[in-house]
């Protein structure tokens, strides 16, 4: 069964730029979550969603981020404009069907923003 | 919302020693995951594991839900273990994981 998907893999920007990152779920997931991790903490949720639909975007800063994921499978993740402060490793993760299912993580995508 | 602790936040064996990790957690729980996040950033996950006790291969952990606990125990332990240990935990009344600050685990050669 293959894993979690997300490209690119790196991405270095200068602030005040766009970026998007890519998420491909676990085959048959309807639950994803894109997560910021900052250099020394753990993973902070982004945003969820349950197959199309946002389940929490509390944490999502709106006025630079936007995700969607338009046909229940695949997501997409941008940020504009990037600040020096948005530098972090992007991860996505998928679930079967809910918040109380295990998660599985991708490899991350680590932006830096000069 | 949940509060999940970690400890000791750092930690340092030598190849072949035993370890034990602890995470402490402040609400009943209907997940309880344990991550290994390796030296390139990649979070894998090890247990699954809101009650009881799970073993695989040199790892194993234990949930004692009641007292609101969880434990990864490493045995024998390897310089690829290195890397940060997370848990992370959700209650009922939460709408996400909440992560601990994890564990940094080295092993020396």
């Known amino acids: 069964e293959a894993g979690v998907a997300q490209s690119p893999r790196y991405k270095i920007i200068e602030k005040r730029q766009s970026v998007a990152f890519w998420c491909n779920p676990i085959?048959?997931?309807?639950?994803l979550y894109w997560y910021q991790q900052i250099l020394g903490q753990g993973p902070k949720l982004l945003i969820q969603?349950?197959?199309?639909?946002?389940?929490?975007d509390s944490q999502l800063p709106k006025d630079r981020f936007s995700a969607e994921r338009l046909k229940g499978v695949d997501s997409t993740l941008k940020i504009q404009p990037a600040k020096l402060e948005d530098s972090a490793v992007y991860l996505c993760?998928?679930?079967?069907?809910?918040?109380?299912?295990?998660?599985?993580f991708g490899p991350g995508t680590r932006l830096t923003v000069l | 919302g949940i509060q999940v602790e970690q400890s000791p936040p750092d930690l340092i064996l030598q190849e072949g020693a035993n370890s034990t990790l602890r995470c402490n957690f402040s609400?009943?729980?209907?997940?309880l995951q344990w991550f290994h996040q390796n030296p390139w950033g990649q979070l894998i996950n090890l247990f699954y594991?809101?009650?009881g006790t799970k073993q695989n291969g040199r790892l194993s952990a234990t949930t004692v839900a009641t007292e609101r606990y969880s434990l990864l125990y490493i045995s024998s332990s390897q310089t690829t273990d290195s890397g940060v240990y997370f848990c992370?935990?959700?209650?009922?009344?939460?709408?996400?994981?909440?992560f601990g600050s994890g564990t940094q685990l080295t092993v020396l050669p």
């Open positions: 993760a998928s679930s079967l069907n809910g918040i109380a299912d295990t998660q599985y």
């Open positions: 085959s048959g997931h309807a639950t």
């Open positions: 969603f349950q197959n199309n639909g946002v389940v929490d």
């Open positions: 609400d009943s729980v209907n997940n």
């Open positions: 594991i809101p009650s």
């Open positions: 992370a935990a959700h209650s009922g009344s939460a709408r996400q994981l909440t």
